[in-house]
Structures are given as C-alpha cells and as structure tokens.
C-alpha cells in the first residue's frame, strides 16, 4: 500500500552518522510537506522533523531533514543506542488525496 | 496536555463492522484542527484511514472509503471510527492521532498519537 519507499535498514556503530531516504512522486513529496516520525517498541509512532526540516521542541538536535526534488532524508548523527526504533516518512498525496506513509526503515545500532 | 485513547473490541468477526472510539482530553474537539484514524500491519506499515475535520468534513482513504465512517459525537470529547465487511486484512494496531492541516501548510502532521488498540478479525 505505502509509495513512498524507504530502506528496509539501515545500522552505523554508536557516534557514526546514518541517513534514510524516502523516494516518492510528483504529487507527493514533489508537492508537499514531508513528515518524519520515530516508532520506538510497543510505543506509537512520535514526530521528528515536520515540514521538511523542522525539529519539533524537545526532539534533539542530532536529527535532521532535508528534500530534493522527490526524493526526501533524514540524517541521524552521533548515533546512540537510544535511537534503535522505526523510521516513517509521511507526505499528504494530491493524487490519492489523502496521506501516505513510507514503507518504514529498521534502525540498528551496531 | 492533549492526549488521546483509543478503546473498542479487540477482537471482530469475518463480515462484522469494526468500531473504535477515540477519547481526548485536554482539548475541545470543536477548537479546530483534524482528527484521525490510523492503523499498522506488520505486513502494510502504516496506514492513513482517514480525517475528521470538527465540522463534520471528512476525508478518507481512496483504498478504503466504501468502507469507513468516522464520526464526532455531540459532546466533542471523542471521535469514532467504523469499518464495515472487515477481513482478516483489517488486522491491525489503529491509532487515532491529531493534525493541523492537510497538505502542505507545515502543520499536516500527526501529533499527538494514541498508545493504539489491536484489533483481531477471526472467527
């Protein structure tokens, strides 16, 4: 169902720097606001970077978004053991007129 | 604080209608922004159901509008959700989840989000 597409995973030792891509369209990403959330275990998803590249009070500065074109990224820098979780992208669709979700993106901290 | 609960039956029969509630606290439903409905699948990921706006407007996914109603009661305290001929595909975590917009404004995404409830379709 999801068509944004994202890496199943992605894992950097503790420090590194780790990015995650979201491939989109035309009428999504192309066109509007791209979202970003953390689903750590048994919890709900929580919102990272909202319109592209804002960071949410309270969210570190560690994370960071950015978009071209399609295509949208989230970098994790200073990777810490407290950022295994899921990632999601999110982006409202013209065409589906409705929101659509990445595909999700497995962080591992080595 | 807001903060938003989902309750319902956990568990719904092959053909029977899945129906959730969303409570929320900490804020008047009738003061504006959307509300949501929201499930994952271990299978699917995510999955945007659909939008209520406080006047009554709704938006739903295209893959699933014949299918869905949400709704906000008189009260304004909570909002629900309706999912018609459900299969064992409707298995899923539903969320219910708060945003500002819908497109592109800087304010279309979801916060906050419920803990979520698992709903099981099986006979």
């Known amino acids: 169902q999801s068509i944004l597409t994202q890496p199943p995973s992605v894992s950097g030792a503790p420090r590194q720097r780790v990015t995650i891509s979201c491939s989109g369209s035309?009428?999504?990403?192309?066109?509007?606001?791209v979202n970003w959330y953390q689903q750590l275990p048994g919890k709900p998803p929580k919102v990272l970077i909202y319109?592209?590249?804002v960071l949410p009070s309270g969210v570190s500065g560690r994370f960071s978004g950015s978009k071209s074109g399609t295509s949208a990224s989230l970098a994790i820098s200073g990777l810490q053991s407290e950022d295994e979780a899921d990632y999601y992208c999110?982006?409202?669709?013209?065409?589906?007129?409705?929101?659509?979700f990445g595909t999700g993106t497995k962080v591992t901290v080595l | 604080q807001v903060q938003l609960q989902e309750s319902g039956p956990g568990l719904v029969k092959p053909s029977e209608t899945l129906s959730l509630t969303c409570g929320v606290s900490?804020?008047?439903?009738?003061?504006?922004?959307?509300w949501a409905w929201i499930r994952q699948t271990p299978g699917k990921g995510l999955e945007w159901i659909g939008s209520?706006?406080?006047?009554?407007?709704?938006y739903y996914s295209e893959s699933l509008k014949s299918r869905v109603t949400i709704s906000v009661d008189r009260s304004k305290i909570q909002f629900s959700l309706n999912l018609t001929s459900v299969t064992a595909a409707d298995t899923a975590v539903y969320f219910c989840?708060?945003?500002?917009?819908?497109?592109?404004?800087?304010?279309?995404?979801?916060?906050?989000w419920g803990q979520g409830t698992q709903v099981t379709v099986s006979s």
């Open positions: 989840a708060r945003h500002g917009s819908l497109a592109a404004d800087g304010t279309n995404y979801f916060d906050p």
């Open positions: 900490g804020y008047s439903l009738s003061s504006g922004y959307y």
């Open positions: 209520i706006y406080p006047d009554g407007t709704t």
């Open positions: 035309s009428s999504n990403i192309g066109k509007n606001a």
């Open positions: 319109y592209d590249d």
């Open positions: 999110a982006a409202w669709d013209d065409g589906l007129n409705g929101f659509v």
